[in-house]
């Protein structure tokens, strides 16, 4: 067995009064891929987010319980510069910046004060290899990367979030504004980027977390409802949501 | 009913394009007397050019530009990125009713705050903040729309990465500079043609120089042709024409780099 990456203690999340999340007690893997699932509306977003402590961003937000990364209480962190490094996230529609592919990839790089010609540069070619988008784009860095396919856009976003060198990648429905192409695509490149990291991906699709996922975390309505790893939950759920996921007849 | 319809359309637009070129072309011939745009008016404005007042529009607008923009893109960027939510409501409703008042009560403001109460005087500087007061609302409330447009996502992003909220500032900035382009363009062009502000504040029928610091008054395209067309005789008129029609071919040119600035952001 690997090394818990985040341990979640009894965690209950509000937006004003709506609770969002309730009683979530969860460990997640180190170096595996962490499917999360729902129906819309189940806080599978939520929770995602508050691994990034990305809702801190969003008023009425509240929190109670406890995040463990590596044993440290993410909620306790105030410098926040750091620890989003080591977590970093990828977004449900591909939100590249308004500058060229180059400087996508390396704005992470250069808030975290790498600002070496050289050293960006070897960065940013290692990123984009390992997002799988170096040959497409290696003659066009310097162009806005607006001008992207979808696709690539969303590799882009990866390689961005790759390339401050991070422990955790965290994905929230990153195939969902995407053609069954380059999702196929996406999907391999996640299969090989969990050999490295760690990664938490937020799906709907039933599909794609048996494709990919180690592990499965099932939740609706705020609560988690099963989770284990995915051969033995696809095989023999326990719980009858589950086993309508499964079968088609949700999600 | 189609063909009223179609006729009433046309209809008004041909009165639109008839106002502004009959307007263009009463003037346009006297831009080519000689010194037109680098002499004195001379003769009760009956001859000479229109070089003090040009300059005098120039200095005001510089000034404009150097007050709105730094106030107006904090203001901007508090009401966009900052302030609560109800605050920014707050605002925002408020600067839509300093839009909707009229531009000579901005010159009573300013002639009693600025130039009386402050003690400015009749003077550029009274002048240049009396239109300030007037753009500057003006300016947040058309950049504000822009700046809000900039998708959540894309602060998240940076955020996400481990950037501080100023980074994430500057990259809703640079996601919004057409547009911000855009609204900077439009309050010039609207403080530009505004004579009523600045009729009361700095602005003076006749001077016998340039303004040559900020106390001094000063001459301007707008306020010229009031006054030209209020209180001097017919041999003036061609002046006034002539300003009224270098002021309307100024403003085609400002939107028209405004189309292009938008077009630019589409592609």
């Given at each position: 067995m690997s090394d818990v990456v985040f341990e979640i203690k009894d965690l209950y999340a509000f937006y004003d009064e709506h609770?969002?999340?309730?009683s979530i007690n969860l460990k997640i893997w180190e170096k595996r891929i962490t499917a999360i699932m729902g129906?819309?509306?189940?806080g599978k977003s939520t929770l995602l987010r508050c691994l990034n402590r990305?809702?801190?961003?969003?008023?009425g937000f509240s929190l109670k319980g406890q995040i463990l990364f590596r044993g440290q209480d993410?909620?306790?962190?105030?410098?926040l510069t750091e620890y989003r490094r080591r977590v970093t996230m990828v977004f449900q529609k591909p939100n590249p910046f308004p500058m060229s592919i180059f400087d996508n990839v390396a704005y992470g790089l250069r808030i975290h004060g790498i600002t070496k010609k050289s050293i960006l540069k070897d960065k940013v070619e290692q990123a984009l290899r390992m997002a799988a988008l170096w040959d497409e784009v290696k003659d066009k860095l310097?162009?806005?990367?607006?001008?992207?396919s979808g696709g690539q856009q969303q590799r882009l976003c990866i390689a961005r979030a790759l390339a401050v060198e991070p422990e955790v990648l965290l994905l929230d429905e990153?195939?969902?504004?995407?053609?069954p192409i380059a999702t196929t695509k996406i999907e391999r490149l996640l299969e090989e980027l969990a050999q490295q990291y760690t990664v938490v991906i937020v799906t709907h699709s039933m599909g794609q977390a048996l494709r990919i996922s180690d592990e499965v975390v099932f939740l609706y309505e705020g609560r988690l409802i099963e989770y284990g790893e995915t051969s033995t939950i696809a095989k023999t759920p326990k719980h009858e949501v589950t086993k309508q996921f499964l079968t088609g007849k949700i999600g | 009913m189609r063909w009223t319809l179609r006729i009433i359309s046309y209809g008004v637009f041909v009165v639109m394009l008839f106002v502004l070129v009959s307007i263009v072309v009463s003037g346009v011939?006297?831009?080519?007397?000689?010194?037109?745009?680098t002499a004195w008016p001379q003769r009760a404005m009956s001859e000479g050019g229109i070089f003090p007042m040009l300059i005098g529009s120039l200095m005001l607008m510089s000034l404009v530009f150097a007050i709105s923009v730094p106030v107006g893109l904090i203001g901007t960027i508090f009401l966009s990125e900052l302030a609560p939510r109800r605050i920014s409501m707050f605002l925002k409703s408020l600067a839509g009713t300093m839009n909707s008042v009229p531009s000579i009560v901005y010159g009573v403001f300013g002639l009693a705050f600025f130039s009386v109460k402050l003690g400015f005087g009749t003077s550029l500087l009274s002048a240049s903040l009396a239109l300030s007061t007037m753009s500057i609302p003006f300016f947040m409330n058309s950049a504000v729309e822009f700046l809000r447009a900039v998708p959540k996502e894309l602060r998240e992003g940076v955020i996400s990465l481990g950037a501080n909220k100023l980074q994430a500032t500057l990259m809703v900035l640079r996601a919004s500079k057409n547009g911000i382009l855009t609204s900077l363009m439009l309050t010039l062009g609207r403080a530009f043609s505004e004579t009523a502000p600045i009729l009361v504040t700095g602005a003076v029928?006749?001077?016998?120089?340039?303004?040559?610091?900020?106390t001094d008054p000063v001459m301007t395209l707008p306020t010229s042709i009031y006054a030209i067309v209020m209180n001097l005789g017919e041999r003036s008129q061609w002046m006034a024409k002539a300003m009224a029609s270098l002021m309307v071919l100024i403003m085609i040119a400002v939107y028209s780099l405004v189309q292009i600035t938008r077009r630019n952001k589409r592609e």
């Open positions: 609770a969002a999340l309730q129906p819309s509306g189940c990305l809702n801190d961003l969003i008023p993410i909620y306790q962190i105030k410098d310097k162009k806005p990367a607006v001008q992207l990153p195939t969902s504004a995407l053609d | 011939p006297y831009f080519f007397r000689p010194g037109f745009f029928f006749y001077s016998t120089k340039l303004p040559g610091k900020l």
